[in-house]
């Protein structure tokens, strides 16, 4: 028999900032950051910030000091050109595949048959990503996803390893598993980590030593399966991931303050279409919906705690236009017109897996697919055009509630007026 394929993780390395490189390119030698929506956090650190010690997701007004003492760069986030890089990427690294499953927006995983040697092919597969794409990438060769994933981990943080790291049972790799922690494993979390370290298990090499039935006792069965996957053992086929999201958040601060009911309305629309999309993604429904409006703290003490209304579905659901309607009925009751609004979210809870759900009439049955045909169609357009190429009318056109971008990039790739120029 011949041996089981290989799995490949490919990562882009600080991927917005790398995007933003690739077309300025005098950002190429300084510390480069991006921020949130709205400029708020830093969500992607170029290596000489990382370096610097500033840690992800830390609003801007904290590092202000450091910004100006280490003149780091700064963009407001670009996401039709992200999006349309990865399009890029991910296009390359087909090729390069006899199976490819897009995990994010720039990780991918490859199944890479065994005869072929892994290093070569590895080396070979990130210098024409940065040929075609001028995106740089770290590479991750292993046995099962969460060896992969690890790999690639471990190919990121030492540059000795020109960006790729090809899983071997050798002494090096015994040696760095006992100084990683567990929550560097895919699918163990923070919270998981801190059950296991309450109970002596501090590093990857104590848990892969630890009993089978005890990790299935605690953990459950993705537990026991990320365990199997340790140990070489493939347990998360195609489209698997170890853990299921429980619940999804959008949300957003207004870049002014609110009070229209249709500005408010257009803001639950689009939080609402982007958490939908994001359900289907993972194959999932809703069975609940929160919806969260928060006024100014600074200006109205009183009504400074965000109101909260729920409703739980009788039939859970990821059809779009659902949601926004009871999304709408719950902001009509939470409204009030005599406020000033900062922020509005919306929180889907009670996921369960798609498959999962019970049968109903037939003639609900019926609709349901057509339903179904149309979501999937929506997210088959905006996955290859850009997001929010098709959405509906109800999250509005101009969106003036929306943050402010002041550092945003030019959209170097997707818009004919904003084509970089070469004087
Ligand atoms: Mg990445």
Redesign the pocket.
Known sequence: MPPPPLLALV?????FCSCERVFDPKLRFLPLIVLSNNDGCVISRSQEVKDLGIPMGIPLFKIKDQIHQHQIQIRSTNFPLYNDMSQRLMQTLKRFAVKNEIY?I??SFLWIPSTIPPRPWALELRAKILHETGLPV?VGVAPTKVLAKLSNRLAKKRPSTAGVWIWENNRETESLLKITPCEEIWGIGGKLSLFLKTNGIQTISEFIATERGWVRQHLGVTGERIWMELHQVPTLGFEETPQLQKSILCSRSFGKEVSSLEELKEAISTHLVSAAEKLRSQKTVAGAIHLFLASNRFKEKKSSTPSTLSHRLLIPTDYTPALIEIGFKLLEKLYRPDQKYKKAGILLSDLQERNHQQLHWFEETVQEEKQQRLMETMDRINRHWGCEKITLGSSGLNKSWSGKSSQRSPNYTTSWSELPLVR
Not at 11 to 15: H, P, T
Request: net charge negative; aromatic share 12%.
């Open positions: 990562d882009g390395n600080n991927f994010s720039d990780e770290s």
